[in-house]
Nanobody, 126 residues
Framework: QVQLVESGGGSAQAGGSLRLSCAVF????????MGWFRQAPGKEREWVAG???????YYADFLKGRFTVSQDNAKNTVYLQMNSLKPEDTAMYYC????????????????????WGQGTQVTVSS
C-alpha cells in the first residue's frame, strides 16, 4: 500500500527550528515530485517546497531561504528543515506526491498531487 507518513511537527519558539519528515511507503519517492504544503487556520493550503528525482529542490519565494528540503534514499524519506521560524509559519504541514515533472513546472498546483499524508502540526510562538 502506497502511503505518506509525516512526523516531526510540534511547538517551537520564534527563531527556532524544526525538521519534518515524510516517509514514503510502497513506492520509490524518487519517481515523484514530492511537495510540502501548509495550511493555517482560516487560510488556503499553500505550496512551500518540493523535490524530485532524489536531488532537485524547489522553494516558494516567500521562504527567503529559511527552509531546506533534503532526502534520504536509504530511508525513502523526504525532509523539510525549517529554520528561523516565525509565528506565521504556524500551520498544518502536509507532504504530497505527484507526477515527477510537476516540480519543475507547476509545483504549487495541488490538483496534480495524487497522494497526501495525514499532516503534522507546527506551532510557533513569539
Amino acid at each position: 500500500q502506497v502511503q505518506l507518513v509525516e512526523s516531526g511537527g510540534g511547538s517551537a519558539q520564534a527563531g527556532g527550528s524544526l525538521r519534518l519528515s515524510c516517509a514514503v511507503f510502497g513506492v520509490d519517492y524518487r519517481w515523484f515530485c514530492m511537495g510540502w504544503f501548509r495550511q493555517a487556520p482560516g487560510k488556503e493550503r499553500e505550496w512551500v517546497a518540493g523535490t524530485s528525482g532524489g536531488d532537485s529542490t524547489y522553494y516558494a519565494d516567500f521562504l527567503k531561504g529559511r527552509f531546506t528540503v533534503s532526502q534520504d534514499n536509504a530511508k525513502n524519506t523526504v525532509y523539510l528543515q525549517m529554520n528561523s521560524l516565525k509565528p506565521e509559519d504556524t500551520a498544518m504541514y502536509y507532504c504530497a506526491a505527484g507526477p515527477g515533472a510537476l516540480c519543475s513546472s507547476t509545483p504549487a498546483d495541488m490538483r496534480q498531487y495524487n497522494l497526501w499524508g495525514q499532516g503534522t502540526q507546527v506551532t510557533v510562538s513569539s
